[in-house]
């Protein structure tokens, strides 16, 4: 009897330990984000005749986005304060791991370039923008388009009308409802195509409806060229996505303005960019408070809420709010609003 017994507890110990070394290569459907960093911009950029001279720093800043390569790291996530556990559908969005790659380093190349045309234009400097129509950058689960329009699609015209950049195609469907259906003219491997596609009501970044927005159900991405960009050298290895594209505009304002545009403060911040100098929503801002905070930052730009599904200020001044942080939430609509904020700073 004995003997079974002992038999039977090193059967039971035996799977135990195969089941705790499986659960170490196991892994989850799931990212951990975390506060990343808050990164000052004048050693990641430098403007072709411009100065250095901030006494103060002007600063990017980044989540940390971990897959959870095990239980364990899904367990860190739950139990570390200010983690988020998000599905892995949610952020890479479908793709592999190559076309996601791919995804955030086109993004970040076009924030860099949104991010120069920005600040030309707001201080006055000559830059020409050829619109070429807007790319696919993502199809949506939940999009009718979903086999019919594939990343990488050139949108060139919708229902007849020219489609030059995303704001076109944003305006055109704003007038439309979801269930009706649109002609889509595109082209697909240099080869001219026509695809009808029905609307969807389109869904936040949570997978709430939003109501009364109808659209594709993809990410829009304008293709454009630029004429007489000015030379900006950008140090961006580990960092991807649009989210830096304000703060490397307002770095090269100050930049290429005279004067410390800081007046010696700690101004943190993050944000979209277009050519107009338009500031816009990013995903993970109670993140980027956090490390904003822990780097002593005292003023942080926050794109301002003007849809109504827009929610970056509101997040950030809670966020702000629960960790007891000093640092000023200011939320901001353009470029011109933020380097006007700066100029009145005391």
Do not use: C, W
Not at 89 to 114: F, W
Not at 157 to 178: C, F, H, M, P, W
Not at 225 to 236: D, G, M, P, Q, S
């Amino acid at each position: 009897m004995a003997t079974r017994l002992t038999a039977k507890r090193f059967v039971t110990r035996v799977v135990v330990l195969l089941l705790v070394i499986l659960s170490f290569f196991i892994p989850l459907p799931y990212y951990v984000y975390r506060p990343g960093s808050a990164e000052e911009l004048q050693p990641i950029l430098s403007v072709e005749g411009g100065q250095k001279d901030e006494k103060g720093a002007l600063m990017l800043t980044t989540v940390l986005s971990v897959p959870t390569e095990n239980i364990y790291y899904y367990l860190y996530g739950r139990v570390m304060p200010h983690s988020e556990i998000v599905p892995k559908e949610q952020v890479n969005r479908g793709m592999s791991h190559e076309e996601y790659s791919k995804l955030l380093e086109h993004m970040m190349s076009t924030s860099q370039e949104n991010s120069i045309v920005a600040a030309m234009r707001y201080l006055n400097r000559p830059v020409t923008i050829n619109y070429m129509g807007v790319i696919v950058s993502r199809v949506a689960n939940y999009s009718k388009a979903k086999g019919i329009l594939q990343i990488g699609d050139l949108i060139e015209r919708v229902d007849n009308r020219k489609i030059s950049k995303t704001e076109d195609l944003l305006e055109y469907l704003g007038t439309k409802q979801a269930g009706e259906k649109v002609k889509v003219e595109l082209v697909r491997d240099n080869a001219k195509k026509t695809e009808e596609v029905e609307l969807v009501t389109l869904l936040d970044p949570r997978g709430n409806p939003v109501p009364g927005r109808a659209g594709l159900g993809i990410e829009p991405m304008t293709k454009q060229k630029v004429e007489n960009l000015l030379r900006v050298n950008f140090k961006t290895e580990d960092i991807g996505g649009p989210s830096a594209g304000f703060m490397f505009a307002l770095e090269i304002v100050s930049q290429l303005t005279p004067g410390d545009l800081t007046k010696g403060h700690k101004i943190a911040g993050t944000g979209t960019i277009n050519a107009d100098g338009n500031v816009g929503q990013i995903g993970g801002i109670e993140h980027k408070i956090v490390a904003a905070h822990e780097k002593g930052a005292e003023i942080f730009f926050s794109p301002a809420d003007v849809q109504p599904d827009d929610t970056n200020t509101k997040v950030a001044k809670a966020r702000a709010e629960e960790i007891g942080t000093s640092m000023k939430v200011v939320p901001v609509r353009t470029l011109r609003e933020a380097v006007e904020y700066l100029k009145n700073l005391p």
